[in-house]
């Protein structure tokens, strides 16, 4: 049996995330943590029957799987390859007409650092991947990275084993086009890693009911001292003119 997808199966997927409760509960699971039924009805704003009958549909098409635990359900995002196509469409829809629409405090909190799916992305995640690049940790070019062996020993001292899964079917490094940069960050099973590493370290802190992640005063330090990020990459105008 052929695997390329059909005319009609597109649409017919593309339909399931066109509806906006839906595509608020996907986006939401860009967090990559698993999350109720209840939270995602708080998400999207619509009631819990409602909330069940989407994710049936959701479940049926293999963008979301659902974790047991007792008489708990957890839903997540089916594969890594699911978050790039949300990813994706988040990207196509920020750089869509402008629309007025004033930046409060969790735009902006989103904007210097959040989850995408298993990985950092946000101001944050590009001054790492700027970083990383510039000291020849990594060689980043069309959508693809590839460590060195300068990059192995760096993330080994950090913690990191670059060779861990080495036969994984997903990529070890890729880039991730940030929406809200409109650069790449670091993606595939090497961003995960990091993202990892840094909330075992207390560098960054998870927000509750938000994708947003609190870089805390060790993280600070940390980035700082381990991966030499300039002392204004909080800064848009930075990252833009670089």
Not at 66 to 91: C, F, N, P, T, W
Not at 111 to 136: E, K, P, Q
Not at 147 to 164: E, K, L, Q, V, Y
Request: positive net charge; aromatic residues 4%.
């Amino acid at each position: 049996m052929s695997n390329v997808a059909s005319g009609n199966t597109i649409a017919a997927v593309a339909s399931l995330i066109g509806d906006a409760a839906r595509a608020n509960m996907l986006a939401a699971l860009m967090g990559g943590q698993a999350l109720t039924a209840g939270e995602l009805a708080r998400h999207a704003g619509v009631t819990a029957q409602t909330t069940s009958g989407h994710l049936g549909k959701l479940t049926d098409a293999r963008l979301i799987a659902v974790e047991k635990q007792g008489r708990h359900r957890y839903y997540r995002l089916a594969s890594s390859d699911v978050a790039h196509a949300i990813h994706a469409l988040m990207s196509v829809a920020a750089s869509g007409p402008k629309r007025h629409h004033p930046i409060g405090p969790k735009d902006e909190a989103l904007r210097l650092a959040r989850t995408c799916y298993d990985h950092i992305a946000g101001r944050l995640a590009i001054a790492l991947a700027d970083s990383l690049a510039g000291n020849g940790y990594v060689l980043l070019a069309d959508g693809a990275g590839l460590i060195t062996d300068a990059g192995r020993r760096f993330f080994c001292d950090f913690g990191i084993d670059p060779g861990d899964g080495i036969r994984a079917k997903r990529p070890l490094c890729r880039t991730c086009l940030d929406w809200s940069e409109r650069r790449p960050h670091l993606a595939g099973r090497l961003g995960a890693a990091i993202l990892d590493r840094t909330l075992a370290l207390g560098w960054v802190s998870r927000t509750a009911e938000s994708r947003a992640l609190r870089v805390t005063r060790a993280g600070e330090i940390g980035f700082s001292e381990t991966f030499a990020l300039p002392s204004d990459w909080r800064s848009p105008s930075l990252l833009r003119n670089s």
